[in-house]
């Protein structure tokens, strides 16, 4: 059983970057409000679902990311994201942002029912 070690390993890294979802972190630009939420699936795929808590309003939806085009056939390490929310208050919200799938870090930006601007950040913590 020479391959046990390295499937324990294996596993323990699939465990491990399965429990990773980016923090997220929104501030309103106009109120200074802000909420916090997560990005799940980051690690296995370019969707997954989205969660956001401002006040006592939670969002929840999903969130996709695509790629850049790299060079000889292979992907690039980052790509633009959406994010597609709503509210338990029917409020609604978009976001658009940068992403790396290296890092799982994010810069953007979400609009709040056509409104209200955030700066949004997101990092694996």
Known sequence: M???P???AFLVTIS???ACSPAVTIT???TGQQGTGTLENTAFGNSGK???TIGDEQYTGTWMAVRDTGVLGF???????NAILRSNKGSH???QFRYSMKTYNAL???TKDEKETFDLQATLT
């Open 6 to 8: 390295n499937h324990a």
């Open 50 to 52: 989205a969660n956001l």
């Open 108 to 110: 953007g930006t979400c």
């Open 28 to 30: 309103s630009r106009s």
């Open 2 to 4: 020479k391959l046990f």
């Open 75 to 81: 992907s690039g390490d980052a790509g633009n994201g």
């Open 16 to 18: 491990l970057l399965a």
């Open 93 to 95: 919200m978009t976001c």
